[in-house]
């Protein structure tokens, strides 16, 4: 599956359920916010040791990946409702940031804010 | 360009920049949630017809894919640090919407919370 | 009970469980994203007038009442780890938006952004 | 001041400008997402230690204040506009949290999610 597969699924289970005029983009978007609430939910407490740990474990990796699944179906219904290319505009934007944050500039700092 | 080339790409520019331990799990997540905080700010006031028009015009399509862009980079990262399959993750996902929210039943409302 | 009355209630709180050493701001940051997602849950789908009508029958304004008391703890948590006085730095930033939004000027438009 | 005359305060500013139905419980939901955007961005990268003692700087505390302040004014705009006790709210919650954590039992632990 491509994410242009996973863009026509979407596009045809809300189509099947007449769920067009409820995905307006401020609708969308706010889902999208109500995912990563729940994918924060598994990240709030733990150190960073813990949480490697937990997320690693079959039950930690099959919680956090459904969370992360639906953070990615709301992007990709935004992406399509507003016919954004979504992999065409993460290209354009790391150009960008290769010319922002110059290796040898920001090697093993944070003190310029880490794109990934 | 696929989700696995951007996986690889974002893997690459971390790497060069030895941002690696800056990528921990919970460090990604909060990044996440601070570029869906970017991308609702096009959302925050308008009625829906207002942004519809809004983020159809060329200026306006181009600042929220930025932000779909910084969203799906930090999305891919953590699937990539987690080794989580993000397209099969949503597939299933759908899989098990499409159980828990028959189209017959739904149709047209948005009583069940309607998943896209 | 003041909101100083809260902090202190919830610095007891957190005492008696020795949960202090989790209080950390980041973790106190996060949790605070994570309720604001819940509370987002309750305007995800229904229209202003929806909206509107649902939260305020007993239920609904009982149900986004809690998402919202949520939120204010982990805010006047956070405020107290770090020592900062909410309400005096909400009343500066009152005074610093009444400048930026001269109400001649913006009256009854978003076009300026609004803050309230 | 109080959260009651911080509200007071808010309903005056929005008044003045005619912002009050730009003001709806979606949009004032949103606008907390997005200002809870703002605050995360100040914890994004840096490890405990770090951010403690960055965020207990003059420049971090006033910093991070101002985006705390933000949270603040939109919760109790929204509280307004929904007739929501915030306090009071608060107050049940906590109620309702010490029987939820019984300090014998999660003392020191994460394993039961800690709430503040």
Redesign the interface.
Same mark, same amino acid.
């Given at each position: 599956?491509?994410?242009a597969d996973?863009a026509a699924?979407?596009r045809r289970?809300?189509a =099947?359920?007449?769920?067009e005029r409820?995905?307006?983009?401020?609708? #969308? !978007?706010?889902? +999208?916010? %109500?995912?990563?609430? /729940?994918?924060?939910?598994?990240?709030?407490?733990?150190s960073?040791e813990e949480?490697?740990a937990r997320?690693?474990t079959p039950d930690g990796?099959r919680a956090?990946? =459904?969370e992360?699944?639906?953070?990615?179906?709301?992007?990709?219904? #935004? !992406?399509d409702v +507003?016919? %954004?290319?979504?992999? /065409?505009?993460?290209?354009?934007?790391?150009t960008a940031?290769?010319v922002r944050?110059p290796?040898d500039e920001?090697?093993?700092s944070?003190a310029k804010?880490?794109?990934?």
């Open positions: 599956m491509s994410l996973l699924e979407l289970f809300a =099947e359920r007449e769920w409820f995905h307006t983009p401020k609708n #969308l !978007a706010v889902s +999208l916010a %109500v995912e990563v609430g /729940e994918l924060l939910e598994h990240v709030q407490w733990g960073d949480l490697e997320l690693r990796q956090i990946s =459904e992360m699944a639906d953070v990615l179906i709301y992007l990709v219904r #935004l !992406a +507003l016919e %954004v290319d979504l992999l /065409e505009a993460a290209s354009s934007k790391i940031n290769a944050y290796a920001v090697r093993g944070s804010r880490p794109a990934p």
